[in-house]
């Protein structure tokens, strides 16, 4: 099959266009192992175009009113919107998620971005301080041009997640999405002029990471980087935008606790730590691959689990009774079967799946792994420490409070974690006391989109969220005069 007709273009300028080198790469459908479309392969060409294009549109942009910004940020909620149903296909074509997630979450998502940076683009404004002697207030101005780099594992969401406050702001943005999962991010740069975008004011560039991503980091002219993905390439970023003082936003990888007590609403519990270990094939930075138990329910638990995991219907990700699809590529499954393999070699009793799924039919190549299970393996051994962002839990008894937080708490990572307790005072003083940017009690993945969102040590550096992101991508400026 040629795929010459199946091309995806880069956004530059208010024009969609080929890379300058004519080179492309493959895009994978994950669900069946086959090529179905083709990803430019930019180089610095290419950036050195949206450079450009965005340095120029930057003044008009700045000085457009930002309820101007907001009416063109919604015009492409509502082009979203009312192309759900391309939009949910194409996501998890590419992905390999089900249809049924990309369509309750994803898209949705993707759109809902729009609108509530939209509506801080109206009300963003800085502090006033009035003292004896004087008086002050704070602006808060755009950057400049400035990047989002963002991964596959929810490729519209977390793409306009990071666009959308840069936008609002008064930014130029220039954006690149995963080169695994590049197609909605280019379906949207398709609908930008429709929604009233000056041309320059979003690019969006395809391509690989340590190519066109690595000429971002390195670019003089851009100002700020707002990047979400792994942990070792956060720490590239870090270093390569260091000489520069470029501005950057880090939400990096995780691996966080479940904790359930004895005195949890049982049925929730279990039904919230199964989705939270296996949510999206367990490729979510917030997904609880550690789930610590308290030993009193401990075999009751498990029992329970158990029932629910093997109820999990793996399958076609375009059937709407599928609920566990693809992981998103070849690389990405030998990685998460070489940690179970390592979980094994560590002394972890399997209790459920550790195997690639082989399906029947349109899907007998794809990447499906089992919804998987381990106990015995203690805090310490890699798998319980590194990132496997598959679907791969670790069960953990625990017998106090101070012996779970240690546990919880010994990873390099702090992100996320949700504790599971009807006792108010417990959760108060675990979620005081747990290292990660996110406490959940008694739920999982609750987001309200204003509240700060990132993580501790080395799951990242700042934190996104309407506020905290629109104060990453303005600088403040303090007018004063005397009284
Ligand atoms: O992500 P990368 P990968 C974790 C997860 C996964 C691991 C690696 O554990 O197994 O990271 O995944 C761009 N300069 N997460 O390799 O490389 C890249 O093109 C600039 C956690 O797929 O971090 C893509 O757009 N950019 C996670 C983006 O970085 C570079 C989500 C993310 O890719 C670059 C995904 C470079 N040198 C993976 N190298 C989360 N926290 O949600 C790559 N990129």
């Excluded at 790469?25 to 990803?39: C, R, S």
């Excluded at 194409?90 to 971005?113: H, T």
């Excluded at 319980?384 to 240690?406: A, D, R």
Aim: glycine share 8%; proline share 5%; hydrophobic share 40%.
């Amino acid at each position: 099959m040629s795929l010459d007709n199946n091309k995806i273009l880069n956004f530059i300028g208010g024009e969609l266009v080929e890379p300058i080198n004519g080179d492309y790469f493959e895009n994978i459908e994950p669900a069946t192992g086959k090529a179905y479309a083709l990803i430019p392969d930019s180089d610095e060409q290419d950036l050195e175009h949206a450079v450009t294009a965005a340095k120029q549109a930057f003044p008009g942009w700045r000085d457009t009113a930002p309820e101007k910004r907001a009416q063109i940020m919604i015009k492409l909620a509502e082009l979203i919107e009312a192309r759900m149903d391309e939009f949910v296909a194409a996501e998890s074509r590419d992905n390999g998620k089900p249809q049924s997630l990309a369509a309750a979450i994803d898209i949705p998502r993707g759109a809902a971005n729009f609108r509530a940076f939209a509506r801080m683009a109206a009300d963003f404004g800085g502090e006033r301080f009035e003292k004896d002697s004087s008086s002050s207030y704070v602006l808060r101005t755009p950057i400049g041009v400035v990047s989002t780099i963002s991964p596959w594992n929810l490729p519209l969401l977390l793409f306009t997640w990071k666009m959308a406050p840069a936008l609002a702001a008064g930014n130029c943005v220039i954006a690149k999405p995963s080169e695994v999962t590049p197609m909605t991010a280019y379906m949207l740069s398709a609908l930008a002029n429709e929604a009233g975008f000056p041309p320059g004011v979003l690019n969006v560039v395809h391509g690989m990471g340590a190519k066109i991503g690595a000429a971002i980091t390195n670019h003089p002219d851009i100002s700020a980087i707002s990047f979400t993905g792994g942990t070792a390439t956060g720490l590239a970023i870090y270093q390569a935008a260091a000489p520069h003082l470029k501005k950057v936003s880090l939400e990096l990888g995780g691996k966080n606790p479940t904790v359930v007590f004895d005195d949890a609403d049982f049925d929730a519990a279990v039904t919230g730590a199964k989705t939270a270990a296996f949510a999206n094939q367990g490729q979510i930075c917030l997904c609880g691959s550690r789930l610590f138990v308290h030993q009193d329910i401990y075999d009751r638990f498990k029992q329970s689990l158990l029932e629910q995991v093997a109820e999990i219907k793996i399958g076609d990700p375009q059937q709407a009774d599928t609920q566990h699809g693809a992981t998103v590529s070849e690389a990405h499954m030998e990685k998460v079967l070489a940690y179970i393999e390592l979980a094994k070699q560590e002394g972890g009793k399997l209790l459920a799946g550790g195997q690639r799924r082989m399906l029947q039919g349109r899907c007998q190549d794809g990447y499906f792994i089992e919804p998987t299970v381990f106990e015995n393996l203690p805090s310490g051994c890699r798998t319980n420490q590194e990132e496997i962002f598959g679907p791969v839990v670790s069960l953990i008894p625990f017998s106090s409070e101070q012996e779970v937080l240690e546990m919880a708490n010994s990873t390099p990572y702090g992100l996320a974690a949700s504790v599971w307790t009807q006792d108010q005072d417990r959760a108060a003083r675990m979620a005081e006391q747990i290292d990660s940017g996110i406490v959940w009690i008694n739920c999982w993945n609750l987001r309200d989109l204003d509240t700060p969102f990132g993580g501790m040590k080395k799951s990242g550096l700042g934190r996104e969220g309407t506020w905290d992101a629109m104060h990453f991508f303005t600088q403040q400026k303090t007018v004063t005069s005397p009284k």
